[in-house]
């Protein structure tokens, strides 16, 4: 694997919502840029719901 595939893997492991354990450790107060946190960031900056956003709620309601 090259350096470009690790980082492509890594950037779509991350936009799926998976963080490495040990990432999370590095820090004390936890890691601050998270998917979530760019969904919303995204939200406040378009005024409007993100399509990872309006996913994870219809998976909510589904569920329910």
């Given at each position: 694997?090259?350096f470009?595939d690790a980082?492509?893997?890594?950037?779509?492991?991350f936009?799926?919502?998976?963080?490495?354990?040990?990432?999370a450790?590095?820090?004390?107060?936890?890691?601050?840029?998270t998917?979530?946190?760019?969904?919303?960031?995204?939200?406040?900056?378009?005024?409007?719901?993100?399509?990872?956003?309006?996913?994870k709620?219809?998976?909510?309601?589904?569920?329910?």
């Amino acid at each position: 694997m090259t350096f470009d595939d690790a980082v492509k893997k890594s950037i779509k492991q991350f936009l799926k919502g998976k963080l490495l354990k040990d990432t999370a450790a590095l820090k004390p107060d936890g890691v601050f840029f998270t998917p979530e946190y760019f969904d919303e960031l995204e939200e406040e900056l378009l005024d409007e719901k993100t399509d990872s956003t309006i996913e994870k709620e219809e998976e909510l309601e589904d569920e329910a």
